[in-house]
């Protein structure tokens, strides 16, 4: 693994552990057509086992949190778990609301078996429609005209007969009352007799539903007693006609909440794209008539949470966290178990208010809130109910060991994307560079990325250059080339900098040596791409009261763990060289043309350096760049974006020529997250870039200060110590 550099006593690293390449010859297929589309789950297994345990448990608050960074799966997996659990539920009641003629303000849910709804609702419709002939009917027939006709005239001939006497206005007046109660009871009797057998049917054939039955009755009753509302009497033309707008109808309608006429097996699925009040709980719509606003129970809208009763609802937890009143309306239905539209007179979607107040309906329902860890930490910390709620907590890996098993498992899921899409196919060796991409976006040549988003858009742009390319299948110089591209599009920042680099804007040394002068690595992110970003570290030592001054964090441009970091610094300083001796040194670290904030401890070791050098008045290396955090023993630990960091200084030293004594110095536990780029790989296998590792900071020392065997370490500290004593002296 380790070549011995004969001009240096720390080895370099082999070009061969750089980066990890996969043999295609070892998948034992040469296209993607020759394997299995992939149905199951490549790692999750932690995940896998909490979705199971989260839908299997009835009890109250166990929904799940699903939990992980966006594009790795997390919906895609639970709804194919969801699909095939739902098969084996039955399908969910429908839910209607009917008017309630005891109080028209309270809507009442009816529950009927699946596909009843629409079927109760089409057949109150028919007797709506029926009505107008049933009832013009009764009012045309003869023997209405006769009976009514033989009602005008007892009362004319009492109306004569009482012409003469005394108290003649008062008993008119008792004969019009009596005169309209006969007419209304003739109206009632002959209604009754058209209407009773028409409702009987219907009681028929909905008489195992008591609910129907009630309602039914009912109207039934309302008929007959308000039949006058529906006629319309001409004395000039003595036609009569019946109102078919009349409002009064309405009470007879059915308000189809959810109906599942046509869902045939299993619970429902319903995702949640937009989780507003309205679209969540209900949207309740309204008529204008005359500059007023009015509302029935028709007019009563479903919510997802309606939709999914029964079955299973999945939220973006980022969505339903903005919208605050749907968020409160969610957990109180999960807490009571009922579906509440309540009277809210202002929500961030609605600007009338709810002047119904419909029954409450029975809620079984998974929740499955999809979202970040950050998201949920926030959640849990903040909101009790959420703990409560949401016991289930699924939370998804974000990388998958490379082991032979979930190497072929990854091979068949590249299968399968392309087989989804309608992509080329691929041939190994195309399939082998994107499994050894994976590595790399997972910073680790030991794991792969779970971020399946990103293995899905790498296949479809390969597949782009080889359609460009007239090839019949994918190969690796396609996969290559979509992932330049990739970087070509998101990398003009990194042009700029560099180009600046070049032209000594920013100050790198990459030759020669300076005292009190390191070039150390860091990494900038911009949106979804990052790249090296080499910083120049000066250092300045003084005699003077015990201090050691970070310019970055005293000027409050350092972030806690930088600040950390230095502190760490001075306690190492103190460990080493100030056990028996106080301090008396003014020092001063500063990261150079840096205009932004610092965060981070991965430049410590060479922080630490170019102070050790001021002191030891010896040169740095400049060929060398250095990344490592040191603990207060002087041991080197690992540091984040390793690859990116090293590529950063190569990409420099490339632009001014290799020189072959240039290089990166990194923490050796983080040999294991190397998957560097090619072009470094052929550059160190030509002995023009090399990386060491090293693990403590006397290592970093020899090869970035100390150039010959005569001069050791040791001598190097007691150098140090010499310098400091001296100080010491002159303030004593």
């Given amino acids: 693994m380790i070549k011995k550099d004969f001009m240096k006593k720390i080895n370099f690293l082999n070009h061969k552990f ?69 098969k084996k539920k039955n399908v969910p009641f429908d839910w209607c609301y009917i008017h309630n003629f005891e109080d028209p303000e309270k809507p009442i849910a009816l529950q009927l078996p699946p596909g009843l709804g629409v079927l109760l609702k089409e057949d109150m419709q028919i007797l709506i429609n029926n009505l107008s002939t049933s009832i013009l009917s009764v009012f045309e027939s003869d023997e209405y005209r006769n ?57 028929d054939k909905y008489e195992k539903y008591k609910q129907v039955i009630k309602f039914l009755r009912a109207i039934e009753r309302d008929i007959i007693i308000n039949v006058g509302d529906f006629i319309k009497y001409d004395e000039s033309t003595n036609i009569i006609s019946f109102l078919i707008e009349n409002t009064h109808l309405i009470k007879y309608q059915v308000n189809v909440l959810v109906d599942h006429s046509k869902k045939k097996q299993g619970a429902p699925i319903i995702i949640e794209e937009n989780p507003s009040y309205s679209n969540l709980v209900c949207r309740v719509e309204y008529s204008s008539q005359l500059g007023t606003t009015s509302t029935n129970f028709t007019l009563i809208k479903p919510g997802s949470l ?103 498992l990854y091979a068949r899921l590249i299968g399968t994307i392309a087989h989804k899409e309608n992509l080329k196919p691929l041939n190994a060796e195309a399939v082998a560079e994107i499994i050894d991409y994976s590595s790399r976006l997972a910073h680790d040549n030991q794991k792969l990325s779970a971020h399946i988003r990103s293995i899905y858009d790498l296949v479809i742009e390969s597949n782009y250059f080889a359609n460009k390319a007239t090839r019949k299948i994918i190969q690796v110089k396609d996969v ?64 003077g009261k015990t201090k050691m001054v970070d310019i970055q964090r005293e000027i409050d441009m350092a972030g806690p763990i930088h600040s950390k970091a230095g502190l760490t610094i001075i306690n190492f300083l103190g460990n080493r060289y100030g056990k028996n001796n106080l301090f008396s040194l003014h020092a001063s670290i500063s990261f150079e043309q840096v205009y932004g904030a610092v965060e981070g401890d991965s430049a410590s070791v060479g922080e630490v350096c170019a102070l050790l050098s001021v002191l030891a008045e010896m040169p740095i290396n400049q060929c060398l760049a250095v990344t490592g955090s040191l603990d207060q023993y002087g041991n080197v630990q690992t540091v984040g974006a390793v690859n990116e960091k090293i590529e950063g200084f190569f990409d420099i030293c490339l632009l001014r020529g290799l020189n072959g004594k240039q290089g990166v110095i990194i923490p050796a536990i983080n040999i294991n997250n ?6 470094v790989v052929k550059a160190a296998k030509a002995n023009q870039f090399f990386i060491y590792p090293i693990k403590t900071i006397d290592d970093a020392i020899q090869l970035l200060m100390i150039n010959d065997q005569n001069n050791k370490i040791k001598d190097f500290n007691e150098k140090i110590e010499k310098k400091l004593l001296s100080f010491s002296k002159k303030c004593s």
Avoid at 57 to 79: C, D, E, H, V, W
Avoid at 162 to 189: A, G, M, P, S
Avoid at 356 to 381: A, C, D, F, H
């Fill in 674 to 679: 190397l998957m560097l780029k090619e072009e």
């Fill in 147 to 203: 009976r009514l006709k033989n009602i005008l005239e007892d009362f004319n001939n009492r109306k004569n007969e009482v012409k003469d006497n005394t108290h003649t206005d008062f008993k008119i007046i008792q004969l019009y009352k009596k005169r309209h109660i006969n007419e209304k009871k003739l109206q009632l009797r002959m209604t009754a007799n058209v209407v009773k057998p028409i409702i009987k049917k219907l009681k």
């Fill in 480 to 543: 290559k080339g979509a992932i330049k591209a990739q970087t070509y599009r998101l990398d003009r920042v990194r042009e700029l900098y560099y180009e600046e680099i070049e032209r000594h804007f920013v100050h790198i040394n990459t030759h020669g040596k300076t005292i009190g002068q390191i070039n150390c690595l860091s990494v900038l992110k911009i949106g979804r791409f990052s790249f090296g970003n080499p910083l120049r570290v000066t250092a300045t030592a003084r005699l």
């Fill in 18 to 86: 750089m980066r990890r390449k996969l043999d295609a010859n070892k998948l034992n297929f040469k296209m993607t057509t020759e394997l299995k589309l992939l149905n199951e789950f490549i790692g999750q297994e932690r995940a896998l086992q909490a979705i199971s345990f989260g839908l299997e448990t009835k009890n109250q608050g166990f929904n799940l949190y699903a939990m992980g960074p966006p594009g790795i799966g997390k919906r895609s997996l639970i709804k194919i778990i969801l699909k095939e659990k739902s």
């Fill in 306 to 408: 309606h939709l999914a009763n029964g079955g299973y609802l999945i939220i973006e937890a980022r969505k339903l966290k903005k919208e605050k009143i749907a968020w409160e309306a969610l957990k109180r239905a999960l807490y009571t178990k009922k579906i509440t539209i309540e009277p809210i007179e202002h929500t961030s979607d609605t600007f009338n208010p709810i002047s119904v107040n419909p029954m409450p309906i029975p809620l079984n329902v998974k929740v499955v809130l999809l979202g970040t860890r950050r998201t949920y930490y926030s959640l849990s910390e903040h909101d009790p109910d959420f703990n409560e709620l949401f016991k289930v907590t699924v939370d998804f890996d974000e990388h998958i060991t490379r082991s032979k098993k979930n190497i072929n």
